[in-house]
């Protein structure tokens, strides 16, 4: 299969430019400090079983959109969680219970978070209680149960089981471990983005002195973006050009860049991209993230099964990725954009482009994942 024979165009909605951008280093690392980043890489690479992640190179994918080099980060190989995400909760985790080893844990989680969360307890002995919507499917909710956590189920979407993990975890005493920031609620949430930067320390090792000219980065509520831009903040000499690519149905990054301040995003449809379905960016990301990016794009379901197939059966590098519905959406805009000739030269790819994707997750929801390849 290629790209261009099929006659397939590949799918986006919407396409803005930040009217805010400048970035400034500086600034940056005055949200998410050197510090906090070291300390994160120092910790995280001292645990069992750590290694660097895969950083592979879709050189079909390169050759056919004519770029120089598409950089995938394969996070499925990330311990045995499968996801970026086991760097952010579980070193939260480990940081708190440094003050404090008499604790129990509590998280709200559309399913990757508290599956790092409850690994996180586990590797400790500490107890967790993890509060899920009825949008969590039973798979997600059995692997953090096999992890040791409590698991309780919550009607209503994502917020309402944030508004109960808050309720019972005051009540209780439970130290809450949340990746999202709300009014003097900070701290926590930067452990989480520190972790996630140690993917940017590992892919500066992995790209050998080669520039990387585009960064394509999924937002939920943004911390994940956020933590990669404290990364290249941190750790690049040559800036990227900054993308945030979101769900069409979610895309609450791209309406607060759009109007120059936090917007929040009525949900009305859950997008296949579960943990990218977030209503409003969250607080310390948003402070990085409102001048850093340069452009917003948002998409909709549409290409999702069918990407995760092409880099299932390497039709886009010479390995098999095994790439989640969250992990997609880096693949599926870099093709929109170059499919469409406008976006290509405003965002300047072309054959001197290193771009640099987040393959955010494998196949966390194997059910998912098996019903979604054989489509
Ligand atoms: C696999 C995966 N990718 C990306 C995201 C988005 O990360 P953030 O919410 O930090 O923006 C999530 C969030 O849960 C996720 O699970």
């Known amino acids: 299969m290629t790209i261009q024979s099929n006659k397939h165009l590949w799918k986006y909605t919407e396409f803005i430019e930040n009217k805010s951008f400048s970035f400034d280093r500086n600034k940056i690392l005055d949200s998410l400090s050197k510090e906090d980043i070291d300390d994160a890489y120092l910790s995280i690479s001292r645990w069992d079983g750590y290694s660097a992640t895969p950083l592979e190179e879709l050189t079909k994918l390169s050759n056919e959109l004519n770029l120089d080099k598409i950089y995938y980060k394969d996070e499925s190989k990330r311990f045995e969680l499968k996801s970026f995400k086991a760097l952010g909760g579980a070193y939260a985790v480990e940081k708190i219970a440094k003050e404090n080893r008499n604790i129990i844990v509590s998280t709200a989680t559309a399913g990757n978070h508290g599956r790092s969360v409850a690994w996180g307890a586990k590797r400790l002995g500490l107890k967790c209680k993890i509060f899920i919507s009825e949008n969590v499917s039973e798979s997600r909710e059995q692997a953090m149960a096999k992890l040791g956590a409590d698991v309780i189920k919550v009607k209503g979407n994502y917020e309402n089981s944030l508004v109960e993990c808050i309720k019972q975890s005051t009540k209780n005493n439970w130290k809450i471990v949340q990746d999202v920031a709300w009014n003097n609620y ?178 966390t929801d194997e059910k998912m994942y098996k019903k979604l390849i054989n489509q």
């Open 186 to 363: 900070t701290t926590i949430p930067k452990y989480t983005m520190a972790g996630y930067s140690v993917m940017m320390k590992e892919i500066v090792s992995q790209i050998n002195k080669n520039n990387i000219s585009h960064i394509i980065l999924q937002a939920g509520v943004g911390g994940m973006a956020a933590g990669m831009i404290a990364g290249v903040a941190r750790y690049l000499k040559t800036i990227p050009i900054i993308i945030v690519v979101e769900p069409d149905s979610a895309s609450c990054v791209l309406e607060s860049i759009r109007i120059g301040t936090i917007k929040k995003i009525d949900i009305k449809r859950e997008s296949l991209m579960g943990g990218m379905s977030c209503g409003e960016v969250s607080l310390v990301p948003w402070e990085i993230l409102r001048s850093s990016v340069k452009y917003c794009i948002s998409l909709p379901d549409d290409d999702i099964a069918k990407t995760m197939k092409l880099l299932g059966n390497s039709s886009f590098s010479n390995t098999k990725i095994i790439a989640g519905e969250n992990a997609v959406p880096g693949v599926i805009s870099l093709i929109a954009s170059c499919e469409n000739e406008k976006i290509k030269k405003t965002i300047q790819l072309n054959k001197n482009s290193n771009v640099l994707l987040i393959g955010c997750e494998g196949d």
